[in-house]
């Protein structure tokens, strides 16, 4: 059976908020927050699959408890093959839809670099109204996009289908 970390980085407490329903329905994983509960490089190595939150702040980039860990990542470069990895985070379409959830693109291609498969968990861009995310491609996010600022009605369905669609891509 696989092992999963979900490690997430919030500020306003929407990813942090969807990371706690994640961890509802991933029955047996484990919630790591940026801030307060890690300790280095090597927690990553704890799991088979993970889910990277981070909500997406200034010009696309990830939430402020990401910087050092992906500092470490981008320098230091360990191997994360045979990892699966997902991402989701939050962002506001309609008062910063010049960079909506950029941060997971980012994210993403850190990871890819990294050697981890990062091919889980796209989301459609169908229901959003923004002028441009780094996360597209394809008419897709590389993971679920979250807007609870102006779609709160729609998080936690959209929580509970990407939880369903990650548990059948990884075969969890």
Not at 12 to 21: F, R, V
Not at 28 to 42: A, H, K, P, S
Request: charged share 30%; hydrophobic share 35%; with cysteine.
């Amino acid at each position: 059976m696989s092992s999963v970390g979900i490690f997430v980085g919030s500020s306003s407490g929407i990813t942090q908020k969807a990371a706690e329903k994640l961890e509802e329905l991933f029955e047996g994983c484990e919630l790591i927050n940026m801030e307060e509960d890690y300790d280095g490089l090597d927690q990553f190595d704890d799991f088979d699959v993970l889910l990277i939150g981070s909500s997406t702040w200034g010009q696309g980039d990830p939430q402020r408890d990401w910087v050092d860990p992906l500092f470490e990542l981008t320098n230091e470069e360990p191997d994360f093959s045979g990892k699966k990895v997902a991402f989701f985070g939050a962002g506001d379409q309609k008062s910063h839809p010049e960079e909506f959830v950029s941060a997971l693109g980012k994210m993403k291609d850190l990871f890819s670099k990294l050697g981890a498969d990062t091919e889980f968990g796209k989301w459609p861009t169908d229901g959003y109204s923004y002028k441009y995310s780094y996360a597209e491609s394809d008419g897709a996010f590389c993971g679920l996009a979250i807007d609870d600022i102006n779609q709160e009605d729609l998080t936690e369905r959209r929580l509970v289908s990407w939880a369903s669609q990650i548990k059948s891509e990884m075969s969890l």
